[in-house]
């Protein structure tokens, strides 16, 4: 058995390092850290390219990197701890702690928004970059939660209610800004900032040191880059990168900003090896931050058959969780959890195998979606599954 692990442990190692240093030849990406944890044993971690391409700083394991939605499984699992505390509960509506936020359907009905539709992404609401042209969120002026430096919650928040919502809620799934009025909401439950809130009752359990929606050591952020040809383009102080029907707005510096609200979608920053601690806290059932009963709650299909914008995936509380390997495409065995973040992040728990994979770079959006998570993802697979 012994022999067998050394030999898969090396396939991987072979396999991910030729993945990743093409991916860096062939400039797809700036830099990057990929890690691999297969029953619950570290087998692979590899920083490579440039954390700072102008400057030739090298990628290091504990660079810190902009997490964009990776922030949003954290955050679930901040917000599922209050449930366990019977603080606030998934049936709760938004107004009993956000009173004043009451968006209308087209209609002029205004309808209850639960806790669960704004995990779920099946509260109405949508996210701007979505938005083909000038659509209601760009005349509004949303914010996605990564750009606009010095906007409140408040504001924002005025915002979002201000624009009908897309569908009645729980009669579809659009991704939003669901888990920002999420953050909001549990702030506004417990009177606590939701920095706070996460590091208290996640963040910190976990160790995640190097963690959070606030970088003090600039020195060990990554510098932002988005697609481009011949190679990534450096992000300066407002960028946009073409994502679907629109583009996503980017501010990189917005962190800095002691006035930008914090994003409970998109807003917090860390390194790899702190994500995959919160990856193998959740695969291995959650402890210390939630119970069992709850992280199986978090990783179930929650939507039923209502389909999302991943083919043969349903959605949990948190996270996308497979369905269907054949229409998604996947290797990967069904149940198995995943989601990204724009600027340049992708992750996968496959828990039938007891693996878990985290990809960080700082290149939106080639590090998140197309050829280079992919072909991470097919050489673990091929190596574990020779």
Do not use: C
Not at 238 to 244: D, E, P, Q, S, W
């Amino acid at each position: 058995m012994m022999a067998d692990q050394a030999q898969a442990d090396e396939r991987i190692g072979k396999t991910l390092d030729a993945v990743v240093e093409a991916a860096i030849k062939d400039k797809q990406i700036v830099g990057s850290v990929v890690m691999v944890s297969l029953g619950g044993r570290p087998v692979y971690t590899r920083a490579a390219g440039l954390a700072d391409r102008e400057a030739t700083t090298p990628v290091k394991v504990d660079t810190i990197f902009r997490w964009a939605s990776l922030t949003k499984p954290v955050v679930a699992a901040t917000a599922m701890a209050l449930v366990e505390k019977s603080v606030i509960s998934l049936d709760d509506p938004v107004t009993r702690f956000l009173p004043g936020f009451r968006p209308k359907l087209p209609t002029g009905e205004t309808p209850v928004i639960t806790v669960r539709q704004l995990m779920t992404h099946t509260a109405g609401l949508m996210y701007r970059f979505f938005e083909p042209g000038d659509g209601p969120y760009t005349q509004a002026n949303v914010s996605d939660g990564m750009d606009q430096p010095g906007l409140s919650m408040e504001e924002n928040l005025k915002r979002i209610a201000s624009v009908p919502l897309a569908y009645p809620p729980g009669a579809a799934w659009i991704y939003s800004v669901g888990m920002d009025v999420l953050g909001a909401f549990i702030a506004g439950a417990t009177g606590k900032s939701l920095p706070d809130l996460v590091k208290e009752l996640t963040t910190g359990p976990l160790g995640m040191a190097d963690s959070g929606f606030v970088v003090t050591e600039r020195d060990q952020l990554a510098a932002a880059y988005g697609d481009g040809s011949p190679e990534p383009v450096r992000m300066g102080e407002h960028h946009l990168v073409a994502f679907g029907p629109g583009s996503i707005s980017f501010a990189p510096d917005r962190m800095f900003d002691p006035g930008s609200f914090p994003s409970a979608g998109a807003g917090m920053s860390g390194t790899a090896p702190d994500f995959m601690r919160f990856l193998e806290a959740m695969r291995t059932g959650g402890a210390p931050v939630l119970k069992q009963s709850t992280l199986d709650l978090m990783a179930t299909n929650a939507i039923g058959d209502i389909p999302i914008m991943l083919p043969g995936r349903g959605f949990g509380l948190g996270w996308a969780v497979l369905k269907d390997p054949i229409a998604a495409a996947t290797p990967q065995t069904p149940g198995s959890w995943t989601w990204g973040g724009v600027y340049g992040n992708a992750w996968f728990v496959d828990p039938a195998e007891e693996l878990s994979v985290v990809i960080v770079t700082n290149t939106a959006i080639a590090g998140m979606t197309g050829a280079f998570p992919d072909a991470i993802r097919d050489a673990v697979y091929a190596a574990i599954r020779p």
